[in-house]
């Protein structure tokens, strides 16, 4: 009798399906997406440490170009093509190669980490509403202030309530602040710079020479702050490479990617990883070091929000709350999809219970130390990316077949566990012997859970002949894509849409806000313009840039709603 491939295509649930056509995503939102995303609060927290770390400017800025290189390339070439191929998240993904036993426990443990990354970034941000009220700096690894815990809980509201409206809420939000945050970032080092030429003794800058001479003598000397480690080139491209492993390598941009209508806006990374980890880094050390100077005190006791207060302002500190909630919005809607393979809740319902616990934890000031938490998601997390990157691509040129412990019916893959828990062990030896840094530890980690599940999957079952349960699969697939192309054919697709002539209009004029906000940066500099003066009318400006941004964002998504209506009508006709 033959199946009915129908049938069993409505078993499966919405959030194991493949994205559609439809609902592909357009260029401009990944720009937004990984300039929102990437220019963010761990910006602020990284730069800053990278300043202690005792690496001359020299090193840190050719360790940032290579690192961030690796980077890009691990987005482009490894994770936007698998999410391309399958359209699918990777939480969803792992279904077919772990099992789905050992993909619900991966899938709680990234929901875990990346609540707590959204919770360190919601820290942040608090940081700065810290000083607009004049709460104390929070020392503790608990809070001890009330205003403090009210603070995180009105931002963890917003960030909740943003994620929980799905990928176009988050993108949205990103695409109007990475601009504008970006400019932050260059107007901080700029307000920077004669601070430290009155504390180097030096009268300006001539040449880039000169300015990477006070680059070394002022901002990265070479010399670690006390209690600091000394660290050098090595250290800085293994970490801007591995920074953001969990996401490229480990591949849970898949999340992102497969909205994209082609594999090649893995590349748009680039704006993240050198607007973002190189420039923004660049730009926050040298706020770092100057606000030390301004303030008197060390920068390790000094937080997101003293920094940019102390350099900019006003607007310094609305740049770190916003870059908190572009972290933390992506961070919480990941953690909704993982916990949905868990969980069988709504998403959006989901996402606000993510939410809460994540408000929650970020009330506690320790969360704010983001480069722990970086170090154990990349130490534990993506070794699973490496074996799913073997399913789908070493495995075949190797003479296995791809899901071939999907077709066997098993509830749990034992040659990726087994990879998975000789890769963790070797991260424990390494940690607690000191052999490896941490920082170099993921490569021969990640190389090495390939290694153990191709071998491991090969003898466990991987070779054998799946050729029918490959054809059955085959069949469900297109009864599913059938299926969903009847359900989502009042799905609004823009891919065609034109642009309203006010939109661009009101765009135009956000960005001339940037502009101005740039003009009155080097007339601050220059003194015609008293940094009193500077710092209103700098926020009058972003308020504008926001208010024009906004409005025109919202007139060209009014517009695609009504041709989608119009269009509709004209069908029903």
Not at 73 to 96: E, F, Q
Not at 388 to 398: M, N, R, V
Request: with cysteine.
């Amino acid at each position: 009798m033959e199946k009915n491939y129908r049938a069993l295509a409505k078993q499966i649930s919405v959030e194991d399906r493949p994205i559609s056509t439809k609902r592909l995503s357009g260029l401009g939102n990944f720009f937004g997406l990984y300039g929102g995303e990437h220019i963010a609060a761990t910006e602020f927290v990284i730069g800053a440490t990278l300043v202690t770390w005792g690496v001359s400017a020299t090193n840190i800025f050719i360790g940032l170009l290579i690192g961030n290189l690796l980077a890009t390339l691990t987005y482009a070439l490894i994770c936007a093509p698998i999410a391309v191929d399958t359209r699918l998240t990777l939480y969803s993904y792992l279904n077919k190669v772990l099992g789905p036993y050992m993909q619900k426990i991966y899938n709680f443990i990234w929901g875990l980490a990346s609540i707590a990354m959204a919770a360190s970034m919601l820290t942040v941000s608090a940081s700065a509403v810290r000083e607009i009220f004049n709460v104390p700096l929070q020392t503790q690894w608990y809070p001890t202030s009330v205003t403090f815990i009210v603070i995180v809980i009105a931002l963890g509201i917003i960030v909740t309530i943003v994620a929980a409206n799905g990928f176009d809420a988050v993108a949205k939000f990103a695409s109007v602040s990475a601009p504008w945050m970006v400019l932050v970032f260059f107007v901080g080092a700029l307000l920077s710079l004669p601070t430290l030429l009155e504390s180097a003794g030096v009268s300006g800058i001539t040449s880039f020479g000169g300015f990477m001479e006070l680059m070394n003598s002022t901002v990265w000397t070479g010399t670690p702050l006390p209690g600091s480690p000394q660290l050098g080139l090595p250290h800085v491209i293994a970490f801007a490479w591995m920074c953001n492993l969990a996401y490229h390598g480990g591949l849970n941009d898949m999340s992102l990617f497969r909205f994209a209508r082609k594999s090649t806006y893995g590349y748009v990374s680039a704006v993240g990883m050198y607007i973002g980890h190189f420039f923004a880094w660049g730009c926050a050390g040298i706020m770092g070091a100057a606000a030390a100077v301004m303030l008197g005190q060390s920068l390790l006791v000094l937080d997101s929000g003293a920094v940019t207060n102390a350099v900019v302002g006003g607007m310094g500190l609305l740049a770190v709350i916003f870059a908190g909630w572009t972290t933390a919005n992506p961070s919480i809607y990941r953690a909704g999809l993982a916990f949905q393979t868990i969980f069988n809740i709504d998403l959006k319902k989901l996402t606000y219970f993510v939410g809460i616990v994540m408000t929650l934890a970020a009330c506690f000031p320790i969360t704010a130390n983001v480069m722990t938490i970086v170090n154990i998601i990349v130490l534990v997390v993506p070794s699973i990316g490496a074996i799913a990157i073997t399913e789908h691509w070493l495995l075949p040129k190797l003479g296995g077949t791809r899901y071939w412990s999907m077709h066997r019916k098993e509830k749990v893959n034992k040659a990726a566990l087994t990879a998975w828990l000789i890769s963790l062990a070797f991260v424990v030896v390494m940690t607690l012997t000191g052999v490896i840094h941490s920082y170099f530890l993921f490569l021969p980690t990640y190389l090495l859970a390939m290694a153990s599940y191709a071998f491991l999957a090969l003898r466990m079952g991987a070779k054998a002949d799946y050729s029918a349960e490959v054809q059955e699969e085959e069949k469900i697939q297109a009864a599913l894509h059938e299926l969903m192309n009847e359900e989502e054919k009042d799905v609004v697709d823009n891919r065609e849409a034109k642009v309203p002539g006010l939109s661009r209009g009101l765009q135009a004029a956000s960005f001339g806000m940037l502009a101005i906000i740039l003009l009155i940066t080097v007339a601050t500099m220059s003194g015609s313009i008293a940094n009193e003066q500077f710092r209103l009318i700098s926020m009058i400006l972003t308020v504008l840039y926001f208010a024009l941004g906004a409005s025109g964002m919202y007139i060209r998504e009014r517009s695609f709603e009504k041709a989608h209506i119009a269009a509709e009508t004209e069908e029903s006709i």
